[in-house]
């Protein structure tokens, strides 16, 4: 079964909105999560590693204002997409390493986010 | 710099046929890495590991630091093969991904 979970699975906003999209660890804890995007027809780019209880590391070329991440809890990581616009729409993708599993990582199924 | 390179952007086989995808990789230190498999509007999953040594679905992968090389093969390709295939290399956690192989596999 699932052991990443990320929801909304897709969304559409309107250009100049922010969305937020969540991803959550399912019965462990996850003190590092990780977000990557994939645009159609290309690769899985990280963007950010997401840090329970501190700031998220970006990756050079993504702007942490823009896309802000919040780790809150050590099950939920979220990512905000600030004033969309068309050029952000993409597949987001988060993922985590399960504990005891010799570092075996799992990806969540993916946010398709559309901003018209 | 640490980088994976997966050099066919697209494989076309024939149902039956052997199947290589390849894999290069850069990087200093002893690497992990994996291949994933994307089918249409479905999740990545892992497909294989290399410090597994196991074979999945009838592929298999073999590490050759020699080479700098972890391909993917499958002595007979299957239409339900059919997918995005991803060659990646953990870096603490993070996963660099290399662009991606589609395999397409005709009847």
């Known amino acids: 079964g699932a052991v990443v979970s990320q929801h909304p699975s897709w969304v559409i906003c309107k250009s100049g909105t922010s969305v937020k999209i969540e991803c959550r660890s399912l019965?462990?804890?996850?003190?590092?999560m990780f977000w990557y995007r994939q645009f159609p027809k290309q690769s899985l780019m990280l963007m950010a590693t997401?840090?329970?209880?501190?700031?998220?590391?970006?990756e050079q070329g993504v702007e942490k204002d823009k896309f802000l991440i919040n780790h809150a809890s050590l099950t939920l990581s979220t990512l905000t997409v600030t004033s969309a616009h068309p050029e952000d729409s993409s597949f987001y993708i988060c993922?985590?390493?399960?504990?005891?599993?010799?570092?075996?990582?799992?990806f969540g199924e993916g946010s398709w986010l559309t901003v018209v | 710099a640490q980088r994976v390179t997966q050099p066919e952007k697209l494989l076309s086989v024939f149902k039956g046929a052997p199947v290589e995808l390849k894999c290069n990789y850069s990087?200093?230190?002893?690497?992990?890495l994996f291949w994933y498999v994307q089918y249409s509007r479905q999740r990545l999953q892992l497909l294989l590991r290399?410090?597994s040594r196991e074979s999945i679905k009838g592929f298999t992968a073999d590490l050759n630091k020699g080479e700098t090389s972890f391909h993917l093969k499958k002595p007979f390709a299957q239409e339900e093969d059919s997918a995005m295939y991803y060659c990646a290399l953990n870096q603490g956690g993070k996963l660099i991904f290399g662009q991606g192989t589609e395999l397409s596999v005709k009847p």
């Open positions: 997401s840090n329970e209880g501190s700031k998220a590391t970006y």
């Open positions: 290399h410090i």
């Open positions: 990087y200093s230190g002893s690497p992990e």
């Open positions: 019965d462990f804890q996850a003190t590092t």
């Open positions: 993922s985590a390493t399960l504990p005891n599993s010799g570092n075996t990582i799992y």
